[in-house]
């Protein structure tokens, strides 16, 4: 199976930047894209960015012209650079990907276990 693990998070002041990163291990046969979602306590998920292979990429409005998605196809790990953080970005992070751990399966989607992000105003 697909193991996700992020890290990155922690506490910061608003105005300040922290970089995410997520790298995908295990039994791997493709991913077709990366993205990151987000929790904050009594909220719903939502999705934060993705990013495809063919390297297109997308960024919610909430964030957009703060956060930056990025993929090392390679390593198999996306990152998200978060820069002019606000008290409204804190919430648990969460790597997503759309993977198959095997030729004949479907494409699923895989998580990992979340890193917190605390913005201090």
């Known amino acids: 199976q697909v193991q996700l693990v992020e890290s990155g998070g922690g506490l910061v002041q608003a105005g300040g930047s922290l970089r995410l990163s997520c790298a995908a291990s295990?039994?791997?046969?493709?991913?077709?894209?990366m993205g990151w979602y987000r929790q904050a306590p009594g909220k719903q998920r939502e999705l934060v960015a993705v990013?495809?292979?063919?390297?297109?990429?997308n960024v919610a409005d909430s964030v957009k012209g703060r956060f930056t998605i990025s993929r090392d196809n390679a390593k198999n790990t996306v990152y998200l650079q978060m820069n002019s953080l606000k008290p409204e970005d804190t919430a648990v992070y969460h790597c997503?990907?759309?993977?198959?751990?095997?030729?004949?399966?479907?494409?699923?989607?895989?998580w990992g276990q979340g890193t917190q992000v605390t913005v201090s105003s």
């Open positions: 295990g039994r791997i046969f493709s991913i077709n894209a």
């Open positions: 997503n990907a759309r993977a198959r751990a095997r030729l004949l399966e479907n494409y699923g989607d895989y």
């Open positions: 990013t495809t292979n063919d390297g297109s990429t």
